[in-house]
Each structure stands twice: as structure tokens, then as C-alpha cells.
């Protein structure tokens, strides 16, 4: 019997609240807008009400610094924390909605009028020379062959005519030190697998530093 493989990835749910009172009164009543009447919100959480009374309450407070009542920063101050807290209560309930239907959590998330996190994008590793920690030296680095691999590495000073051993590591970086500064140094290496040696790559020039 065959499994089929759920593929599916978690969207997350962001807020970007402005710091701002009144972009963040606006932003606030979008989220209202846009989860009213929404059928993926069947039963928000807080309620979009108490939602609402919060978002009034924080813009009743801004009018009131705005005319310089005394103690009224401290009160919107209150509102803004408290509209906020509710905010975040209401993404945790939106998350949650989107978790139940991984599919389609992103425009879950979306319809809502917030943000999803956007997933981490890892650069793959490419064979290259850097400069080393301390002069005269060279930090080599190259792609993984996977598990249970070792690496050979060469270098070259003549140009690739010959090439000189370097210790050979479990982990594909290895530093070569003892090299002279301002000279043109090729380097190359090849993965050792359990199915054999591979074929050496590409080399890789670098100045010396």
C-alpha cells in the first residue's frame, strides 16, 4: 500500500502593525473588514465586536492627545496596548485556521488582511576560496556530498602545473595555511563516497591575503 506525502508547508501569520496610531487604527479596521463575513472565519476570536470597541477606543484616546487633555497620552498609551494584545490574539486565532487547512493557509492568511512569513531561502554552498582568519592562509569551502563523505583537497602555485596534498577532512571546509601572501593560489578538491572517489572539480583561484 502506498503512502501519499503530504508536501503541504505551515504558512505563518505576521503582523506588521505601524507604530503609528493612526495607520495602525487603519490597519486594524482592515483586519475587521476583510475577516467580516469571511466564511474561513466562522468564529473569530476575540470577537471582531471587541475588536472594534478596541480600535474606537484607541482613536476616541488619539483625539484627545491631539487637543493636549491632560493625561490623555497616558490613556491612549492603554488603548494602544490594549488593541494590540487583542491583534495578536485574533493572528493566533487566523493561524490557527490556516493550520487546519494547510493548502490553503497562505490565502487563508492573506484573506485576512495580514502577512505570511516568507520562508527562509538558504543559498546553496558553491565551491569557492576565501580569505583565511590570519595571514598567509585560505578557507576552502564546497558543496556536501552527503553522509559518511571525506574530502580531498589539492592546491596549486604554479598555475595548476603541479598540485600539493592537503589533509583530507570528514566535512567539506577545510582552512590551508602557510601560503604566501600576494601570491595566486589554485585549489581543488573531490568527494569521497561509498561508492568511490569522485572526480576532482573546478579550481578555484584566490590571492592570497
Known sequence: MSTIKNNNRRSIAILKLPKAVDPLVTYARGVVTRMTGNAAFPTPTPALSVVTAAIDDLHTAETAVLSRTKGAVAIRNEKRTALITLLEQLRGYIQAQADANLENGTSIIEGAGISVKKAAVRKPRVFEALPGAV????????????????YEWEYSTDGGKTWVLAPVTVQAKTTVSGLTPGASVLFRYRPVTKKGEGDWSQSSSLIVK
Do not use: D, L
Open 135 to 150: 595571514s598567509g592562509s585560505a578557507k576552502i569551502v564546497a558543496a556536501s556530498a552527503g553522509p559518511r563523505s571525506s
